[in-house]
């Protein structure tokens, strides 16, 4: 059974950091994309960032400079080094995984992704401005 386990969300003021991670299971996850999503109240999910399992690595314009996703395969954990947030980086933030190499989705349904990607079940995080 593939399961995505997430941590780390929480509250933090603007300006402050957190650092989510994602640790799955029931698939090769040295071979397969990761990426983070996530749903701010009243949206779709949003793009935010993704690791190829090659090395390289995408964000979305509203995160880039301030986020960071790595990986560690020895630990089977993709990581998001979130700094400088701010109020409007408010949401659920959900972990992705795509063996599949399927097409990364600006906004998009949240349920539908879920169906495209294998999915976690999500972590809050809350920037207090």
């Known amino acids: 059974k593939v399961q995505l386990v997430e941590s780390g969300g929480g509250s933090v003021q603007a300006g402050g950091s957190l650092r989510l991670s994602c640790t799955p299971s029931?698939?090769?996850?040295?071979?397969?994309?990761m990426g983070w999503y996530r749903q701010a109240p009243g949206n779709e999910c949003e793009f935010v960032a993704r690791?190829?399992?090659?090395?390289?690595?995408y964000y979305a314009d509203s995160v880039k400079g301030r986020f960071t996703i790595s990986r560690d395969n020895a630990k089977n954990t993709v990581y998001l080094q979130m700094n400088s947030l701010k109020s409007e980086d408010t949401a659920v933030y959900y972990c992705?995984?795509?063996?599949?190499?399927?097409?990364?989705?600006?906004?998009?349904?949240?349920?539908?992704?879920?169906?495209?990607?294998?999915w976690g079940q999500g972590t809050q995080v809350t920037v207090s401005s």
């Open positions: 992705a995984a795509n063996p599949w190499r399927r097409l990364w989705i600006g906004f998009y349904a949240c349920s539908s992704l879920s169906d495209r990607f294998y």
């Open positions: 029931g698939f090769t996850f040295d071979i397969s994309d």
């Open positions: 690791d190829t399992s090659d090395g390289n690595t």
